[in-house]
C-alpha cells in the first residue's frame, strides 16, 4: 500500500494501515468505514479517506475525488447497516469548536433511530 499520503502517528492512518484493530463495515481503494467506539446511535461508522488530510478546512481541488467517495460511500454504508430506507444523517466535524477529535477527515454516519432538529434544541431555546 502506498503509504505516502500517511501519518504515522495518525489514529486513523494506523486503521487504515491495519495496525490498530476495527470494525470494518466497509473497505476500498479509496475510503474505510468502521464502527465508531462510542456510538451516538444503534448504527454509528465512521468513513475516513485512505490519504490524510487533516480536515475538511484542508481539503484542495485535487481532492474532489476523495470527497466524492466519501460520500458515495455513506450509501453503501447505509445499506449494509440497514438504515438506507429509514433515514440517516452524515456529520462532518471541522475544527476545535466542533469538537474535531482526530484530524483526519472522518464523517459519522448515524442512525437506526429518531432524529431531531436543530441538534441542540437546548441552546437553541436560549440563544433564541
Known amino acids: 500500500m502506498n503509504t505516502t ?3 504515522p502517528d495518525c489514529l486513523f492512518c494506523r486503521i487504515v494501515r491495519g495496525e490498530i484493530p476495527a470494525t470494518v463495515v466497509y473497505r476500498n481503494d479509496h475510503i474505510v468505514a468502521f464502527r465508531d467506539i462510542t456510538p451516538a446511535a444503534p448504527q454509528h461508522v465512521l468513513i475516513i479517506p485512505v490519504k490524510h488530510i487533516a480536515s ?3 481539503l484542495q481541488p ?3 475525488d476523495i470527497a466524492g467517495h ?3 460511500a455513506a450509501r453503501v454504508v447505509a445499506e449494509k447497516t440497514g438504515i438506507l430506507s429509514s433515514g440517516y ?3 462532518f ?3 476545535a ?3 474535531q477529535s482526530v484530524f483526519h477527515i472522518h464523517g459519522h454516519l448515524i442512525g437506526g433511530k429518531k432524529m431531531g432538529w436543530p441538534p441542540f ?3 437553541a431555546a436560549q440563544h433564541g
Open 97 to 99: 469548536d466542533a469538537l
Open 56 to 58: 475538511l478546512s484542508e
Open 5 to 7: 499520503h500517511h501519518h
Open 93 to 95: 466535524n471541522n475544527g
Open 70 to 72: 466519501i460520500l458515495l
Open 89 to 91: 444523517r452524515l456529520v
Open 121 to 123: 434544541p437546548g441552546e
Open 62 to 64: 485535487e481532492d474532489l
